[in-house]
């Protein structure tokens, strides 16, 4: 059975993107950056909801083409090409870069890559990952807490019917006062 997290980065008050989907909050240092990339590399399968998808997919195909690209940028622009990936979108006509699309129910199919071989998935983006949450099948939460109150916004978590258990497994302070903690889902 596969492991399946949530890693996003967050502000201090919880939400994923500020009012207007502004993220500029959230730019990582050097050092955060090559841990989202080492973290890229090491994922088996990441599973996108489609507006963090369209996000992804408008930049890093070509971003180490660009002029005047860093090393690190052009390493994590490959590792994200070459990482298997799926869109789950009923909007979405075509994908590519290692890319399959899903028009489906979301929850069944997650649980059937779960319940499949393979390494460890990561689900990126909060509405996505707020229907595997709310069907229990997070297994890991990674939370990258940025020292920023942003107010409102896109929150990370969603509303539970149910309280989810979890065990605190890492934490790790970045430049700029951010913070790592990830936590375990307790079964």
Known sequence: MRTLSYAMNTSLDGYVAA????????????????????????????????R??????????????RPGVTPAH????????????????????TVDWNTRLVTGDAVTEIARLKAGDGGPMDVVGATLAAAAMRAGLIDEYVLVTA????GGGKPFFTALDN?????????????????????????
């Open 19 to 50: 009012p207007g989907d502004d993220l500029g909050w959230s730019v990582p240092s050097d050092e955060l950056f090559q841990w989202w990339s080492d973290r890229v590399g090491a994922t088996s399968l990441a599973l996108y909801g489609r």
């Open 52 to 65: 963090v998808w369209e996000g992804m997919s408008s930049h890093w195909p070509t971003a180490d083409q």
């Open 74 to 93: 052009a390493e994590y622009a490959r590792r994200w090409r070459e990482m298997p990936k799926v869109v789950f979108s009923s909007t979405t006509r």
């Open 147 to 150: 020292p920023v109150l942003v």
């Open 163 to 187: 309280w989810v258990n979890l065990d605190l497994v890492e934490t790790r302070t970045f430049s700029g006062g951010i913070v790592l903690t990830r936590y375990q889902t307790r079964r």
